[in-house]
């Protein structure tokens, strides 16, 4: 069946450092993927999704590149701010559904 | 447009007491979604409708969870007999296509 994997469940960095947060998955069928970002007490909101063609998504300074080789979908951002802190979820969907499947989520704690 | 609205933000109930969660979905979406966030799990699926009918329930715990959709301005989560187990933020979300979901702020569910 389909599944996300997040390895990290907290990533701590110090704010102007590169993030990247990983994502793997696995899909029987063709694969959209999605990043959701949920800062405390608020509700999970879309912060990016893969395209059907090569395009990178970008959003906020983030982005991240499907890779169907390596079946990845990593975020990544080139400096991090304080206000990035928060709980990032990586998803999928494929094209014969709308259930989107979720990741557990990765922590981003990031110092002054 | 005011977003998913979920009522209610808090509810406590005894353990073996009925619980009902009620749900808005945005004016026009077509899918919507049940989920329940705890933070040893993430957000685990539990349901969804696409055009008020139940298509995928394979995240429920059958015994006691229950979903109806009786119209499209509306959907309810019904746990029967609740557990401290059952303990968690029930987040709703809808969406239209693959834009992605629109989630609520979620009612946390409190069982003593």
């Known amino acids: 069946g389909d599944s996300v994997t997040q390895t990290e469940g907290l990533v701590t960095l110090t704010e102007g450092l590169p993030v990247m947060l990983n994502c793997t998955y696995q899909?029987?069928?063709?694969?959209?993927l999605f990043w959701y970002v949920q800062h405390l007490n608020e509700a999970p909101k879309l912060l990016l999704k893969?395209?059907?063609?090569?395009k990178r998504p970008e959003h906020q300074g983030f982005h991240a590149t499907l890779h169907k080789s390596s079946s990845s979908f990593h975020l990544q951002k080139s400096s991090a701010q304080l206000s990035d802190s928060a709980l990032y979820y990586c998803?999928?969907?494929?094209?014969?559904?709308?259930?989107?499947?979720f990741g557990k989520g990765t922590h981003l704690h990031v110092l002054p | 447009n005011a977003g998913v609205i979920q009522t209610p933000r808090h509810k406590v109930t005894g353990k073996g007491q009925e619980a009902t969660l009620w749900c808005e979905p945005i004016?026009?979406?077509?899918?919507v979604f049940w989920y329940r966030q705890t933070i040893v799990q993430g957000l685990e699926f539990l349901t969804y409708?696409?055009?008020?009918?139940?298509?995928?329930d394979s995240g429920m715990p059958k015994e006691r969870f229950s979903a109806q959709m009786p119209n499209q301005s509306h959907s309810t989560l019904k746990i029967q007999s609740t557990q401290p187990q059952d303990s968690a933020v029930y987040l709703c979300?809808?969406?239209?296509?693959?834009?992605?979901?629109?989630f609520g702020h979620g009612t946390k569910l409190s069982v003593l």
């Open positions: 899909s029987t069928y063709s694969p959209f």
């Open positions: 893969s395209f059907t063609d090569n």
């Open positions: 409708f696409r055009n008020q009918a139940p298509i995928d």
């Open positions: 004016s026009g979406h077509s899918a």
């Open positions: 979300a809808s969406s239209q296509g693959r834009t992605g979901l629109f």
């Open positions: 998803a999928l969907t494929h094209t014969n559904a709308y259930k989107v499947i």
